[in-house]
């Protein structure tokens, strides 16, 4: 068991009410170092931020145009073992060879 994670997991499900009472104990101590209080601030405000009806704060001009151009620059993920996708991906295009007779 990955120790770390398994108390970030454990400080998320605090903040949102749906921590075992057997796991509270191990959970509050965590809570004690900077590490976790850092989490509980950050999982707080993911919460915060996924419940508001509106955004706190506009977002800058042609910010949708660069986040879609970092993304599409970012590499693709590949599996261990699994061939290296070949140019632009396009699902549409996949769908309809796979359907084409």
Do not use: K
């Not at 796991?23 to 919460?47: M, P, Q, V």
């Amino acid at each position: 068991m990955d120790t770390p994670t398994r108390l970030q997991e454990n400080i998320s499900a605090m903040v949102d009410d749906e921590l075992p009472p057997c796991d509270a104990e191990l959970t509050l101590a965590a809570l004690a170092g900077l590490e976790g209080r850092t989490a509980w601030h950050l999982y707080h405000l993911i919460g915060d931020t996924l419940r508001a009806s509106t955004p706190s704060g506009a977002l800058s001009e042609g910010f949708a145009d660069r986040l879609a151009a970092r993304l599409a620059a970012e590499a693709t993920p590949v599996r261990d073992g699994a061939p290296a996708p070949q140019g632009p991906r396009d699902d549409n295009a996949a769908s309809a060879a796979a359907v084409t007779p």
